[in-house]
């Protein structure tokens, strides 16, 4: 149990443009998600906590124009990047939890590569 | 005061050997513990986690060590093998799982 599926895995894109990452819970329901950003070689670093129906918290230093979050369902988070910049490269993480006992799980990961 | 401080940074052991890695936290309001084992371009997998009502905890050859006072806990891993080559993330929350605060990491390297 306890399964997070995140998409895509890998995309490049334009800088300027915007990329929507998708992260589900596939046998339950989560009302909280995290969205997480990884450097190489680097811990990861905690961007936003979504909520389903409300709006996300933003971590200090992350700015929620740029990095946009929408939890619209108890299965799915979204995190869109909009007019991504070549510093923006990374490797962006989510993680969902059933409860408290159970502990979060992590996706599997979605390597940002901005060109 | 919400940081947590892992070390080593690198670790390499030869097969068969114990790897131990250390974690120590500052916020005493932490309850949750957890050890996530990831691989080069994964995301972290939950590996074994303690709440501070236990001083140890065991799954297989992984063993959560814990000190309240000292404010402090490691994971051991006994008979290592080139397959537990991957880094490993301390983290500690508060108020259940939720938000983490993860350690720098250890990059493990098991050699054959």
């Known amino acids: 149990g306890a399964v997070v599926s995140q998409h895509p895995s890998r995309v490049i894109c334009k800088s300027g443009t915007s990329v929507k990452i998708e992260c589900r819970s596939l046998d339950f329901q989560a009302t909280t998600m995290f969205w997480y950003r990884q450097f190489p070689k680097q811990s990861l670093m905690l961007m936003a906590t979504s909520n389903e129906g409300s709006k996300a918290t933003y971590e200090q230093g992350v700015e929620k124009d740029k990095f946009l979050i929408n939890h619209a369902s108890l299965t799915l988070s979204t995190l869109t990047v909009t007019s991504a910049h070549p510093e923006d490269s990374s490797f962006y993480i989510c993680s969902a939890g059933r409860d408290t006992n159970y502990g979060y799980t992590f996706g599997s990961g979605t390597r940002l590569t901005v060109v | 005061q919400q940081q947590v401080k892992q070390s080593p940074q690198s670790l390499i052991v030869q097969k068969g050997g114990i790897s131990i890695i250390n974690c120590a936290y500052e916020?005493?309001?932490?309850?949750?513990f957890p050890w996530y084992q990831q691989f080069p371009g994964k995301g972290p997998a939950l590996l074994i986690a303690i709440r501070p009502d236990v001083s140890e905890k065991k799954e297989g050859r992984f063993t959560i060590s814990f000190n309240k006072s000292a404010k402090q806990f490691s994971l051991h891993i006994m008979d290592s093998q080139p397959g537990d080559s991957a880094t490993y993330f301390c983290a500690a929350g508060q108020g259940g799982s939720e938000k983490l605060v993860f350690g720098k990491g250890t990059k493990l390297t098991v050699n054959p």
């Open positions: 916020n005493t309001a932490f309850d949750y």
